[in-house]
């Protein structure tokens, strides 16, 4: 009798023990003081997917708009406490060419992957996208979009994925063209 108190004892002491190591932990678990945008450049995003590559702490998200060329490129920047950690370019560009091709060849990633049946490829914390134009008028152009996660951003390649799909039906749905 005196083994089984033992052990019901030492059974005991030991939970007590594992349940205040993870008090303790919980209490170094990062925070997110910043609220995540529901919209980049002027594009509804999905809020999951970004929240996946942005950092997992910090106090203030900033998002500054930038046009790098003369209304030709346009998009933004995401900063967290001053840090840049996203950033997104849109640019009018010759209808037909894969995403995968301006991945490779504009934007020199290498190994990209595809998704959405080619309209999405991907390497790292970098991607393209190409949404296509639906007016009659400009269907000699489309538009392609360049995603970039910094660190301290996270590089999650689903999150990535995941975002460029669904940030180009997003774009395509306004008609951007």
């Not at 919980?26 to 594009?43: D, N, W």
């Not at 060849?105 to 959405?116: I, T």
Request: hydrophobic share 35%; with cysteine.
């Amino acid at each position: 009798m005196t083994r089984t108190a033992f052990t019901v004892g030492g059974a005991w002491l030991l939970a007590v023990a594992v349940m205040g190591a993870c008090a303790g932990c919980s209490s170094s678990e990062p925070k997110r003081g910043y609220a995540v945008p529901k919209t980049l450049c002027g594009v509804s995003v999905p809020t999951d997917a970004l929240s996946r590559l942005l950092p997992p702490s910090g106090d203030h998200l900033t998002v500054k708009d930038n046009t790098t060329v003369a209304d030709a490129v346009t998009g933004c920047d995401v900063s967290v406490d001053g840090d840049m950690v996203f950033s997104i370019e849109k640019e009018r560009i010759d209808a037909g060419r894969s995403a995968w091709n301006i991945a490779a060849y504009d934007r020199r990633l290498v190994a990209a992957q595809q998704a959405d049946g080619g309209k999405v490829a991907y390497a790292g914390g970098q991607g393209v996208t190409v949404v296509s134009c639906q007016e009659k008028d400009n269907q000699d152009e489309e538009i392609s979009v360049y995603v970039r996660t910094l660190n301290p951003g996270r590089q999650d390649e689903s999150a990535l994925r995941d975002f460029l799909t669904r940030y180009r039906g997003a774009l395509g749905a306004q008609r951007p063209c």
